[in-house]
């Protein structure tokens, strides 16, 4: 294909919606921005498209020019909005169970631990009278693997379940708070 045949977009006129798009704003800003002086309508809602873009990235750049704490501000402005929508998203991830606080880890397998080592600190009470007078030293093996084994595994048996209790319990306190 030659280049004689390749038709520029540039003359093209667009509607105010597509400007909204290009300029990544919404048609009412667009029209602020008509009747600021800052884009010119070729006819009532339409725009010429190789115009509109070199006018409002001049007007940026007089902005920024006019006031250099304006790029900040706007630098600023989107950390705020890229923050608020990464703690939507990890709160929706905590509401649907696929993320648990730090708090309610801690809390489960403190607890579990607490179970565990209560557990099996008390093998020694449960296996001394059934071991009384047992010589024989693979069943004395057997016996306390098979307690302590049972006192570890339940540390291994948690579920999702229970997380999601103390993720409910975070989620209804820090809602109320208002954070």
Request: aromatic share 4%; glycine share 4%.
């Amino acid at each position: 294909m030659s280049a004689k045949n390749i038709r520029s977009c540039l003359r093209d006129e667009i509607s105010t919606n597509d400007v909204a798009v290009l300029l990544h704003m919404d048609a009412r800003s667009v029209q602020r921005a008509v009747k600021a002086g800052t884009i010119q309508q070729s006819r009532r809602g339409c725009f010429i498209l190789g115009k509109i873009i070199p006018a409002y990235v001049d007007h940026l750049r007089d902005v920024i020019a006019k006031n250099p704490d304006e790029a900040a501000l706007r630098a600023a402005k989107l950390r705020k909005a890229l923050a608020d929508a990464e703690r939507a998203e990890l709160e929706l991830a905590l509401f649907k169970n696929q993320l648990h606080t730090s708090d309610a880890v801690l809390f489960v397998w403190s607890a579990r631990i607490g179970a565990s080592r209560k557990r099996l600190l008390a093998v020694p009470t449960r296996l001394a009278p059934h071991l009384v007078g047992e010589t024989d030293q693979q069943k004395i093996y057997d016996a306390i693997s098979r307690e302590i084994t049972l006192a570890l595994e339940d540390v291994s048996e948690l579920t999702q379940k229970d997380f999601a209790k103390q993720d409910r319990k975070f989620l209804k306190t820090h809602r109320s708070n208002g954070e």
